[in-house]
């Protein structure tokens, strides 16, 4: 089996992560798909919502394409820091008959030299890049950022086009990424 491994830090989960998803699938790069939010950013990126909300919003984002995207827990059961080399290694070992592909946009690729051990996250996993933000393509996967996503849930907009709705319904019945904005004095 061909198993397409998408980590994460999904701090929210958006559309875009979801089409990232279904495109790997309906593009028949892989069979199945193991998303997989960031415990402990290598980077580190402190998420504002903890990673039981965001495993919680991920398992949301792409209840539709189950049961071919299984959203795994596999980094929080390490401690530290999270490094995809450690992930894909721990795959390797619970999946020894499957090939892994490491799913990442072409706007990360260049900062894959910036990864622990990036010469050997490639050989565990090639990659399978995502048309992103790149000039010329036919087709692309929108430039939604989850960034931009949680600046618009503090109150600078909407981002109901941006994010499904059962992860909006999530993230307002948990009272996620809200900022207490101060009333000016008069």
């Not at 998803?21 to 309906?26: D, N, T």
């Not at 721990?90 to 910036?114: F, S, Y």
């Amino acid at each position: 089996m061909r198993i397409g491994v998408f980590g994460g830090t999904f701090d929210p989960p958006h559309l875009g992560h979801t089409l990232a998803c279904l495109w790997a699938l309906e593009t028949d790069e892989v069979d199945r798909i193991i998303m997989i939010p960031t415990a402990n950013h290598a980077f580190g990126k402190k998420p504002g919502a903890d990673f039981t909300h965001r495993m919680a919003m991920c398992r949301l984002a792409v209840r539709h394409l189950q049961p071919h995207v299984e959203v795994s827990d596999i980094e929080s059961h390490r401690d530290g820091t999270s490094y995809m080399v450690d992930t894909l290694r721990a795959l390797h070992e619970k999946h020894p008959d499957d090939t892994l592909r490491l799913i990442i946009g072409t706007d990360v690729e260049n900062e894959l030299l910036k990864w622990k051990e990036p010469v050997e996250v490639q050989r565990l996993a090639p990659l399978l890049l995502l048309p992103r933000n790149i000039s010329g393509v036919a087709w692309i996967l929108p430039s939604i950022s989850s960034t931009a996503i949680r600046s618009l849930l503090s109150g600078a907009g909407d981002p109901a086009k941006a994010i499904g709705k059962p992860v909006l319904d999530y993230i307002t019945g948990h009272s996620l990424y809200k900022t207490h904005k101060k009333d000016k004095a008069s």
